[in-house]
Nanobody, 120 residues
Framework: QVQLVESGGGLVQAGGSLRLSCAAS????????MGWYRQAPGKQRELVAR???????NYADSVKGRFTISRDNAKNTVYLQMNSLKPEDTAVYYC??????????????WGQGTLVTVSS
């Protein structure tokens, strides 16, 4: 089994910053891509940012220039630095990873989600 544990969500005022972390653990041989998605009330889950094992990144247009995704491969951890937060960034943020397990199966794994609330 593989687990993702997120941390770093909370309440922040508009214009503020938060940093989310997500650590993967379990029967991991390697991790392909890791990413962050979010789901606001009444809306579908959407991609926020994604990073490959080689460090290539892609971002949703709505967060470009404000959010930065990074990863520490040695720690199996991905981060999301969120700056200049806006009320519309309020959502539950989910970590996602594509993992090659020690049983040589590719697994897509989701974290439990962490709530980010941006007040105006």
């Amino acid at each position: 089994q593989v687990q993702l544990v997120e941390s770093g969500g909370g309440l922040v005022q508009a214009g503020g910053s938060l940093r989310l972390s997500c650590a993967a653990s379990g029967n991991i041989a390697s991790i392909n891509s890791m990413g962050w998605y979010r789901q606001a009330p009444g809306k579908q889950r959407e991609l926020v940012a994604r990073i490959t094992s080689g460090g290539n990144t892609n971002y949703a247009d709505s967060v470009k220039g404000r959010f930065t995704i990074s990863r520490d491969n040695a720690k199996n951890t991905v981060y999301l630095q969120m700056n200049s937060l806006k009320p519309e960034d309020t959502a539950v943020y989910y970590c996602n990873a594509v993992v090659l397990s020690t049983g040589y199966r590719y697994l897509e794994v989701w974290g439990q989600g962490t709530l980010v609330t941006v007040s105006s």
